[in-house]
């Protein structure tokens, strides 16, 4: 079983729409957790941390659930620019693990 | 910004042969550097992590002869696919920690797109 899952999409969403994705992890170990996003042939770059309490930062909302050991990215009115794919990543034992990333196509 | 370079961003190469990516912090000084490699539609998988002037510490499964990794110094990290073949082909990115930071605030490089033929 891979460390952090997420459903590959691809989304299909018109501009306006809010879009959810859904990550999980396996290892309880993981400290903390972020999304990424990365363009096509792009390095990742970071989105947002990810924390219990919830955190938002303009149209994003992350929310962890340890519990749950599940993550999620909520994405509000949506932009074309926001078409790219978003990695969960979990963090422990001072390395980074990457999901296989899910991608958001945003259509006019 | 913190900034990374990578070089070459491209490379295609002949079977066999070896090749050597560079991976730059280019305005802050890196004791701790990371090579991942991304195949299509996969995650970035996590290779090695390169610490200056000691030996890489490389993930199960990468094979530390096939990929030497020289940190030297605290600006430069490289790697060497030696020997490289087909499936070798793939997305490597290297990352670097400025200073004592944390591992998760690690910066990316821009990324090197290997094609072995």
């Known amino acids: 079983r891979k460390e952090v899952e997420q459903d590959p999409g691809p989304f299909n969403v018109p501009e306006g729409a809010t879009v959810a994705f859904n990550c999980t992890y396996s290892?309880?170990?993981?400290?903390?957790f972020f999304w990424y996003r990365q363009d096509c042939r792009k390095e990742p770059k970071l989105l947002m941390s990810?924390?219990?309490s919830g955190n938002e930062d303009g149209r994003f909302t992350a929310q962890l659930n340890r519990a749950s050991q599940y993550i999620s990215l909520l994405i509000r009115d949506s932009k074309l620019s926001d078409s790219a794919t978003y990695l969960c990543?979990?963090?422990?034992?001072?390395?980074?693990?990457f999901g296989a990333g899910t991608r958001l196509a945003v259509h006019p | 910004g913190a900034v990374v370079s990578q070089h070459p961003s491209r490379v295609i190469c002949k079977s066999g042969t070896s090749v050597k990516i560079e991976c730059r912090s280019l305005?802050?000084?890196?004791?701790?550097m990371f090579w991942y490699r991304q195949f299509p539609k996969q995650s970035l998988m996590l290779m090695a992590t390169?610490?200056?002037?000691?030996?890489?510490?490389?993930e199960q499964g990468v094979e530390k002869d096939k990929f030497l990794i020289n940190h030297a110094s605290l600006t430069l990290s490289t790697l060497t696919v030696t020997s490289a073949h087909p499936e070798d082909s793939s997305f490597y990115i290297c990352?670097?920690?400025?200073?004592?930071?944390?591992?998760?605030?690690?910066?990316f490089g821009p990324g090197t797109r290997l094609t072995v033929l």
């Open positions: 290892n309880s170990a993981s400290q903390s």
């Open positions: 390169s610490n200056e002037g000691s030996k890489a510490t490389y």
């Open positions: 990543v979990g963090g422990g034992n001072n390395k980074l693990i």
């Open positions: 990810v924390y219990s």
């Open positions: 990352s670097a920690l400025p200073g004592q930071g944390a591992y998760n605030e690690q910066f």
């Open positions: 305005d802050f000084q890196a004791t701790t």
